[in-house]
């Protein structure tokens, strides 16, 4: 699969509250992962770590129905991202879900296609650049927070018109008695089908003058992440998600881009730069961010930048700092100290 420049999923904040509600933790997800903890809850993630997370999640609840149900309903509008906060304060249910399907642009792996007909509306969830499938928990969850998405906008207790999923979802009662309708599994894809007469209707939640502060901004955000990045910046960013599994290779980089090690030494060059540059780079802003974080230890900090010994960390972080890690990291502590007291 090659990498995407949208491929730098943030997991919202309230995906983790949402989990503390419900009893699991964030290290449990973790270890069920097989992932660090500051990776997936700070840092963005990649789409195998994505799916990886949601899956850890669905063997940790149990039952992927329940999981589904519990996880959508206990969500709190307060933790909402901007980007759905801007679909939950639309003008009407119709114009939420176009909202929702274009900011989930900003959200990969996920993308839902809308096709509108006389009696009803076909939601389609779709993936891209990746050619497999998420989890099943996290199709579920997708398609019930659309209609859960209407319920609170419109205050009414819409009922889909027919769902249906391509893999099996647990106990399919427990999703029935969700959706107040029959549920096909085995189907082509993955759609909630809607009444027409539900997507008319206006939101109770709309808000003017909020949409008009997010709107703008979003729209931005959006543009901005669908330019073209520079060859240098994909391979940095291969190379910051990739630093714990060991020192990078030219060749693992040039497979995940889908260009020979040739073109991509020829294209860095080019840029004015070099594959052992961008490695120094990665490791070097990598360090910085983790050593920031006090909770981490300087030990776990060389091993999440692909150092085996805390020595040859030490050494590579002279070099770049002209300090130690222990000594930079007591400076940037005093300065921030000193800003929040002035």
């Known amino acids: 699969m090659k990498p995407h420049p949208n491929e730098r999923i943030k997991i919202a904040p309230g995906f983790w509250a949402g989990l503390e509600q419900l009893g699991i933790d964030a290290h449990d997800v973790a270890r069920q992962a097989q992932l660090p903890l500051k990776k997936i809850t700070n840092i963005t993630v990649n789409t195998d770590e994505y799916f990886a997370i949601w899956q850890a999640y669905s063997d940790l609840i149990g039952d992927t129905a329940e999981g589904i149900i519990k996880l959508a309903t206990v969500f709190e509008t307060a933790h909402y991202p901007p980007s759905v906060l801007a679909t939950y304060h639309a003008r009407d249910y119709r114009d939420a879900l176009h909202r929702m399907a274009r900011y989930k642009q900003m959200c990969p792996p996920e993308s839902l296609r809308i096709t509108e007909e006389k009696e009803h509306c076909t939601i389609e969830l779709e993936w891209k650049n990746t050619s497999q499938s998420g989890p099943p928990v996290l199709v579920g969850i997708t398609l019930v927070f659309l209609l859960e998405l209407g319920r609170r906008g419109t205050g009414q207790p819409l009922n889909a018109k027919q769902v249906e999923f391509s893999h099996a979802m647990g106990d399919l009662k427990t999703l029935e008695e969700y959706f107040g309708c029959n549920i096909r599994i085995g189907a082509p ?18 808000n003017e003058e909020l949409l008009e502060i997010l709107t703008p901004v979003l729209d931005r955000s959006l543009d901005e992440q669908q330019r073209s990045p520079s ?35 020829r294209r860095l060059t080019e840029e004015n730069t070099s594959f052992k540059q961008l490695l120094t780079l990665a490791r070097h802003e990598q ?52 800003l929040v007291t002035n």
């Open 231 to 265: 060859m240098t910046d994909a391979v940095v960013w291969i190379l910051k998600r990739s630093l714990t599994r060991g020192r990078p290779d030219i060749h693992i980089v040039a497979k995940e881009l889908g260009v020979s090690h040739r073109t991509l030494q």
């Open 287 to 338: 360090a910085r961010e983790y050593l920031s974080d006090p909770s981490l230890d300087i030990k776990e900090v060389a091993f999440l930048v692909g150092y085996e010994d805390q020595n040859s960390f030490y050494r590579a972080f002279r070099g770049w700092e002209g300090e130690t890690p222990s000594n930079w990291r007591l400076k940037q502590e005093v300065w921030h100290s000193r």
């Open 189 to 206: 894809s993955n759609r909630l089908i809607l009444h027409q007469r539900d997507v008319d209707r206006p939101f109770i939640t709309y």
